[in-house]
């Protein structure tokens, strides 16, 4: 196994970049089948990815949390396993639908206390682990107090079920709150250098002392520089920002900062990540890759250091590259 630099998610240690496992799931960025994710899984694992980040929500039935569940065993001691909770309604549960801004236009969630021990002993099954290390939930309930939330997510702590307390797609006012209920390790954003983070949000966990992983960290793969145009059955088409003259538009507005990227001899994508962990020691991207070579290449950026012009440069670059196609996901819980 390799090693990277490794930083601190408030008290949970974990590698400086982590791998998201959404995108094995069939249905997100189009198909790919078992073999392929696992020896994604695998190879992402043997780079030094140990924190791996999953939902219940992801794939059909648990699928991403299942496969996993394979790639880790025999290795559990190696892997920090993060997952989330609150997408898979149980039978029965009223569905709590919200506005996210996105075309799909509303998400539904149930974060209700009583079905959170239900979600956790379903992820440990399909993980099939003793216990998850950080668990969150994948988005505020909008007809939930968020403290109610995540008191039942404390009582998993207290039995054993759950190491660490992480929340997802939150205001600052909303982690303060959960916050004041259990200790936060983590908040999970979208942070990319196309969408900037909630200044709130990130003086909230600074201040807190949590740590900050920032999702989407390729700005879902156009940041590389290799996305000319999504098809069909790729999730991305209900996102504005890659509809066909959005996405032309976006790639002639990002062509300053690849050109930073290959001064520098990098990738666009490696200069994306190795920008946001140069945004502070507590922040960790998990880009998620069907694809080996694209892996090893997501995490040599954990070793790239960028001089402090480079990094002016690269803001007053971003700041001229507005993206065309709106915001994306919005919170919409209480
Ligand atoms: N909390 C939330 O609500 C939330 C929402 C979204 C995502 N997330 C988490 O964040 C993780 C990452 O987000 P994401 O998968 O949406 O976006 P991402 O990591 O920004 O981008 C993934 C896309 O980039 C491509 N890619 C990756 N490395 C590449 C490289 N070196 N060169 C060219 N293309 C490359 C992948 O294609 P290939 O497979 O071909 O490499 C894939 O299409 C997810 O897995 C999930 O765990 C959380």
Redesign the pocket.
Known sequence: MNELPSRGLGRLRVPAIGY????LSPG??GEVDEDRALA?LRHALDGGATFV???DG?GEDGHNERLVGKAIKGRRDEVVVAT?FGFRVPDGAEPHRFPVGFEFGELAVNAEPRYVRGYAEASLRNLDVDVIDLY?P??PDPKVPIEDTVGAVAELVDDGLVRYLGL??VTAEQLRRAHAVHPVQAV?T?W?MWRPADPDLLAAARELGVGVVA???????F??G??QRVGDGDFRRNNPRFGDANLAANNDAYVAVRGIAADLGI?P??LALAWLLHQGQDVVP??????P???E??LQAAHIDLHADTLAQLDAALARATPAGGTL?QNGGR
Do not use: C
């Open positions: 998201g496992a959404m995108v997100m960025y994604a980040d999953t939902s992801y989330k969150y994948h988005f997802s797609n999970q979208e990319s999702w989407s960290p390729l700005g879902a793969g940041l590389t290799t996305v990738t994508g490696q998990i880009p998620g890759s069907r694809t070579a694209h892996i290449e997501n996901l």
